[in-house]
């Protein structure tokens, strides 16, 4: 029962260097979702994949860009990292618009 | 655009108390409603939904939450509060026409023995 599957757990970068976040899920859904999770400001969305082939932009893209490579992977890169990216992130995914979402268990990102 | 409001920062509650968190919405059409639960250190875990019928809806560990669309408001609730229960609770709201899904900043319930 993996369900939504995030790497690495944790990762120091300096600034301007470039990652990717690596997300999967096995649960055949169809959507999928990176947020990003600060103190006191909740969860805020990244980029969203409606269904396999298309993305689009959340609330907070800028800095970030991703690929839904297939219906299982949706990974999150980081072009050149800033200290304003030092958050934790957080994969979803859901089956359709009405049912819930299945999180990963986040990736720990400092930007130093 | 849509939204989410959690208008406490924090609850604090006794065990066995009742315990509310609120929550309220704003979207352009009909909501889907979410409610999940964070623990330190872990993900979200997905305690109720609303998607229609009834106003009143029953999910995980006891908690419910009522739908009031005059007031759009999804307040959770849990007649009987546990100190296990003390974690980030964060409400959720998608329009029925959208694949956005967008989250309220969260509420810290601390439930004291």
């Known amino acids: 029962n993996a369900g939504v599957t995030q790497t690495p757990k944790f990762q120091v970068l300096k600034t301007g260097q470039s990652m990717t976040l690596q997300c999967a899920q096995d649960?055949?859904?169809?959507?999928m979702y990176w947020y990003r999770q600060d103190p006191g400001m909740g969860l805020r969305l990244i980029y969203y994949?409606?269904?396999?082939?298309?993305?689009d932009k959340g609330e907070v893209p800028n800095g970030y860009n991703v690929s839904r490579l297939n219906k299982r992977e949706f990974s999150l890169r980081l072009e050149s990292a800033a200290p304003s990216q030092t958050s934790v992130y957080f994969c979803?995914?859901?089956?359709?618009?009405?049912?819930?979402?299945?999180f990963g268990q986040g990736t720990r990102l400092t930007v130093v | 655009a849509q939204s989410v409001a959690q208008p406490e920062d924090q609850v604090n509650v006794a065990e066995g108390n009742p315990l509310t968190v609120k929550c309220t919405y704003s979207?352009?059409?009909?909501?889907?409603l979410f409610w999940y639960v964070q623990y330190p250190n872990r993900g979200l875990q997905f305690l109720l939904k609303?998607?229609?019928?009834?106003?009143l809806v029953k999910g995980s560990y006891g908690f419910e939450a009522e739908f009031n669309k005059s007031q759009t408001s999804f307040h959770l609730k849990k007649p009987s509060a546990l100190v296990s229960d003390s974690a980030l609770y964060f409400c959720?709201?998608?329009?029925?026409?959208?694949?956005?899904?967008?989250f309220g900043a969260g509420t810290t319930v601390t439930v004291r023995a």
């Open positions: 609303y998607i229609t019928g009834d106003n």
């Open positions: 649960m055949n859904h169809n959507s």
């Open positions: 979207v352009s059409g009909n909501p889907y």
């Open positions: 959720a709201v998608r329009d029925m026409y959208d694949y956005k899904l967008s």
């Open positions: 979803a995914s859901s089956l359709q618009g009405y049912t819930e979402a299945f």
């Open positions: 994949s409606a269904s396999e082939g298309t993305t």
